[in-house]
């Protein structure tokens, strides 16, 4: 995808689909969004990361860096592939993911498929399986015979296993390779319906049109496939605890700051590596979507590190990141890199050079533009033209949601500045993006339904609710992909014939 060129999308998480079976997936319902996007003139499709959730059903704090989500897995291909019957299901709620429910039924769904393959496919399917294992094996067969731990331990920390298994002795792992071997082919033949969805949305996508956006989170969660697998990656004690841990400052938002307690990298050793992990992880990124945000950019040039044991983040010290010299042992490998860096919050000279420097655009909220003057740095003229402009992310309130927040000054400015009100300030937001410089303009959905703070996504620092925003078609009707496609066509975004102007 040429990050150059004037293009608009709409963000929304594959979770967030409506669906039969408790949470959006890869079925008929992305092909449906798919189909939605274009008519509304739309080429871009953000994600959220797509890797396995975590602690709080967060996208954000996954078992693996590589590895997809199984709650993603859309059951009806396996239906028709004869691998699983039909299934009675649950009366979910079709407007909110309840994890605690959903993803036992679906694992339990899963298992069922993944035995009817080994019992009934083809030889061409078993070759297609066998294939696939072979070309991911790098990172697959130490995620699988994570996952293979885990699971009769329920879960437990990886620190906490057999010292054979948590120090990785290569008898301990042969004998535990021997002895989970049915359950690594099982977490094997999820991971293989992963990419194969993915892989066919992506390329139904692509005819239309249409370019999938992923989201690559900067760190790794502790008890990850990935910190087990390589603890010398990491600033590790020999018990295998974090040493120091990732996180922000104190500031405007919060005075104990955020320690999010990810272990953080030892860029020396991987510096001695030529940033081989790093690079794979980014071509694998690559092989299921067009572009890719990194969240979290500032923390290449500088970040934050915080004592392994502070409760918060008011102890902590800024260390130098790695820089340019990441970025390019990752473009000698793999060629130019189509990343979006977001570039949000303590934001140094450093980090705006490293990004220009590598020629990533930044991004640009909307909703920050408001509390300051005419020349604040979100406000539309401003933005550059490497840049992409958001009426907010994930991690924002909708706009509406912001309106009925906003004070007093907060609305008469962006009212003057927008010739807007209550009724119609989400489409004021949306065309402010598209008709900006910014070569690219991204809108949650929740924005272009103009809905409030009901239907937010997440709240970041809470804990519990979140990520399980769902939509319905009966929400969406004709109207808003009409106007999304008006603004969208005459900002220079999308097909002029969708003006439909009087010859």
């Not at 590790?236 to 605890?241: E, S």
Request: aromatic share 14%; proline share 7%; hydrophobic share 45%.
């Amino acid at each position: 995808m040429n990050l150059n060129q004037r293009a608009s999308g709409v963000l929304l998480h594959i979770t967030s689909l409506p669906g039969p079976h408790g949470m959006g997936d890869f079925g008929p319902d992305a092909y449906r969004f798919v189909d939605w996007l274009q008519s509304a003139g739309q080429s871009i499709w953000q994600l959220l990361p797509t890797t396995p959730i975590g602690p709080g059903d967060s996208p954000y704090q996954g078992v693996s860096a590589f590895a997809g989500s199984q709650w993603m897995v859309a059951l009806e291909p396996l239906v028709a592939k004869g691998w699983l019957a039909a299934p009675a299901v649950p009366d979910f709620d079709a407007r909110h993911v309840d994890y605690g429910r959903v993803t036992p039924w679906r694992e339990q769904q899963l298992r069922a498929a993944a035995a009817g393959f080994f019992e009934r496919a083809t030889d061409a399917d078993r070759r297609a399986f066998a294939a696939w294992c072979l070309a991911q094996q790098s990172w697959l067969d130490d995620y699988t015979l994570f996952m293979a731990i885990r699971s009769p331990l329920n879960g437990q920390p990886w620190w906490t296993w057999e010292d054979g298994l948590k120090r990785r002795d290569p008898k301990a792992l042969a004998t535990a390779r021997k002895q989970y071997a049915d359950e690594i082919a099982f977490w094997q033949f999820v991971q293989w319906q992963f990419d194969e969805q993915i892989g066919a949305l992506k390329a139904y996508a692509n005819a239309r049109g249409v370019h999938i956006m992923g989201d690559l989170p900067i760190f790794v969660a502790h008890d990850s496939a990935d910190c087990w697998s390589r603890p010398d990656l990491y600033y590790l004690d020999d018990d295998f605890q974090t040493t120091v841990v990732a996180g922000v400052p104190p500031d405007d938002l919060g005075p104990l700051g955020q320690r999010w307690g990810n272990p953080l990298y030892r860029w020396d050793r991987m510096a001695a590596e030529n940033y081989a992990w790093w690079t794979a992880r980014v071509k694998r990124a690559l092989s299921q979507a067009d572009v890719f945000r990194i969240d979290h950019f500032r923390g290449f040039a500088g970040y934050y590190e915080i004592p392994g044991d502070s409760p918060d983040a008011k102890r902590g010290e800024w260390k130098v990141g790695p820089g340019m010299a990441l970025f390019e042992a990752i473009k000698a490998a793999l060629g130019e890199l189509p990343i979006v860096a977001e570039d949000l919050g303590f934001i140094t000279d450093d980090v705006h050079e490293l990004r220009d420097g590598c020629g990533f655009p930044g991004m640009k909220i909307l909703q920050f533009a408001f509390g300051a003057e005419g020349d604040h740095e979100f406000l539309p003229h401003m933005w550059p033209r490497a840049a992409v402009a958001y009426t907010g992310t994930h991690d924002n309130d909708t706009v509406r949601g912001w309106w009925n927040q906003a004070s007093p000054r907060e609305r008469a400015f962006v009212g003057s500045y927008l010739a807007c009100g209550e009724h119609d300030i989400h489409w004021a937001m949306i065309r402010a993006c598209a008709n900006s410089v910014a070569n690219m303009a991204v809108y949650p959905l929740q924005d272009v339904l103009g809905f409030d703070s009901a239907h937010r996504m997440n709240v970041p620092g809470v804990l519990g609710g979140n990520w399980g925003w769902r939509f319905q078609w009966d929400w969406v009707g004709s109207e808003p992909a009409r106007v999304l496609g008006l603004i969208t066509a005459a900002s220079g975004r999308g097909p002029f014939e969708l003006l439909k102007l009087p010859c």
